[in-house]
């Protein structure tokens, strides 16, 4: 198979964590850095031996030489570059949010699918051995009926008034903070698990400050725990929520709820799922990725460690290492790039074989789900995720 060329947009945490994951993915050439942040672009080229760096993404797009990109701009940028990056013919891998809206979303669907190229999206946590193993229990009756789905996503890093990043400004990150960023991973992940589409929600979101204390540096994602309390501030609104009480009607009349929070004391990333049919339950938790637990009546709890030899075949391929030895958060985007570019470097395109990986048109439905929550929110009503735009 020939080698796919890559190029990586954004030197963020993102941008680092794909470059990291593509030099693990057999048949990938990372040829370029585009970022305005250039100095930390160079400085990653150089450790991981990338050939060019640009100031500018632009540039990418003449090039013959580059094949697929991956765009880990902060999400105001991701529907322009996205769609100019389909129209050059590109292969585009986006981070999520696809867009911050869904009229952008489905248009990115409809450009994309004009352009005949391969699109994906970065939720990651499907690339984890234990979800592809849950996916594959469900899918064979294992729980039984699916009776409730139920979980959450907690974090602090904003849990102060003085916690700042661009994901507080709307006109940066969109209308939707918490919902969009994270809940957006647990939708994703319990709609791969049971192979069901979330179809109706009701939303109560809430904000721990109504305003916070925008520190005059810029503090880069993640990092405000670390740097103290910086010097000057200036007070300014805050637009978006910091967390949210979804619950949610699947197909086939599944329901569930979600809790999703920043403001959640010594919670770091704790994306949890539980999923409890009439035979069995299961539940996994994102910062313990290694152990399934399975629920059970009339016998023993089940805890399944992450051990290829005691997984399903399907479920084995994501786990690299034997049992004990744990695979993490960096891992599961290297799986869900490997099936990418194996897909492409096989010529298939999504008319001939269904893609082993998330797509636009899941980013688009999460769009959906994101408009909707934010509606019930206002309306203070059920609401259907309308399914317009790209069928
Ligand atoms: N899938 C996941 O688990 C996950 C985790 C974190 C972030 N994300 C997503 O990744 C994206 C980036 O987030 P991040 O945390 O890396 O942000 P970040 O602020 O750390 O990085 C953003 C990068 O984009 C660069 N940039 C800004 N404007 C640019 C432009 N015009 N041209 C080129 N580069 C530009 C910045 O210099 C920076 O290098 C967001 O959309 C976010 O939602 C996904």
Request: proline fraction near 6%.
């Amino acid at each position: 198979m020939p080698p796919v060329n890559v190029a990586v947009i954004g030197s963020g945490f993102m941008g680092a964590a794909h470059v990291d994951a593509l030099r693990r993915v057999p048949h990938v050439n990372v040829v370029a850095i585009a970022s305005v942040d250039r100095p930390r672009a160079q400085e990653l080229a150089d450790q991981f031996g990338v050939p060019h760096v640009f100031g500018d993404w632009r540039e990418l797009l003449a090039r013959d030489d580059v094949h697929a990109v991956h765009n880990c701009t902060p999400n105001n940028l991701h529907f322009e570059v996205n769609k100019a990056l389909v129209q050059a013919g590109k292969h585009v891998l986006s981070e999520k949010p696809l867009t911050m809206t869904a009229a952008e979303s489905a248009e990115l669907v409809r450009l994309a699918r004009e352009a005949g190229v391969v699109t994906a999206i970065n939720f990651n946590y499907r690339g984890y051995p234990l979800v592809q193993q849950a996916r594959g229990m469900v899918a064979r009756g294992e729980l039984g009926d699916l009776f409730v789905v139920h979980g959450h996503y907690l974090q602090d890093w904003l849990l102060y008034d003085t916690d700042y990043n661009w994901r507080l400004e709307s006109s940066v990150s969109g209308a939707s903070r918490a919902v969009a960023d994270v809940g957006s991973h647990w939708c994703d992940l319990v709609q791969f698990v049971t192979g069901r589409k979330i179809v109706r929600v009701f939303a109560h979101m809430f904000r721990a400050h109504e305003t916070r204390r925008k520190p005059r540096v810029a503090v880069e994602t993640y990092k405000g725990k670390e740097v103290g309390a910086p010097q000057e501030y200036d007070e300014v609104p805050i637009d978006t929520e910091d967390g949210a009480f979804v619950l949610a009607e699947f197909e086939g009349g599944l329901r569930g709820s979600l809790t999703v929070s920043q403001v959640s004391a010594g919670r770091k990333n704790r994306q949890w799922i539980e999923v409890d049919g009439s035979k069995a339950a299961l539940s996994w938790n994102q910062e313990e990725p290694n152990t399934l637990w399975i629920g059970r009546r009339d016998g023993p709890n089940e805890q399944l460690i992450k051990d290829p030899s005691l997984m399903d075949p399907n479920a084995r391929g994501y786990a690299h290492y034997p049992g004990g030895h744990p695979e993490g958060y960096p891992d599961g985007p290297r799986n869900l790039f490997r099936n990418l570019y194996r897909y492409i470097g096989a010529g298939h395109t999504p008319a001939t074989q269904a893609p082993d990986f998330p797509t636009w048109e899941d980013g688009h439905y999460e769009q959906l789900i994101v408009d909707a929550a934010m509606e019930s929110h206002r309306t203070g009503a059920w609401v259907d995720v309308a399914a317009g735009g790209a069928k």
